[in-house]
């Protein structure tokens, strides 16, 4: 476990991964056809292996954790516009 992570970090992700792996077990195809179903599972589990994999090694701030005073909150306020899909930020715009 990275310095980095907290334990409540990495308990979060380990449920993510087991939830998509009980997802996985659970899948049943649209098709109805059991080598669809068979198909989809493997890669559902393929996919979360490999993205999983793929970003152990980034570690975000939680973004609820800043403090809510100054600076902080204006950064914090200013990374979340920013990462924020363009459709989100024309529907905040409206309301």
Request: proline content about 3%; charged content about 30%.
């Amino acid at each position: 476990m990275s310095a980095r992570m907290t334990t409540a970090t990495r308990q979060e992700v380990l449920g993510l991964y087991r939830r998509i792996f009980r997802l996985a077990r659970q899948w049943q195809a649209a098709s109805g056809r059991v080598e669809d179903t068979a198909r989809e599972k493997q890669y559902i589990r393929h996919e979360a292996r490999t993205l999983f994999r793929k970003n152990k090694n980034i570690h975000l701030p939680p973004m609820g954790l800043t403090s809510l005073r100054g600076r902080g909150l204006r950064s914090q306020e200013k990374l979340r516009k920013l990462s924020k899909p363009v459709y989100l930020k024309s529907h905040d715009e409206v309301s």
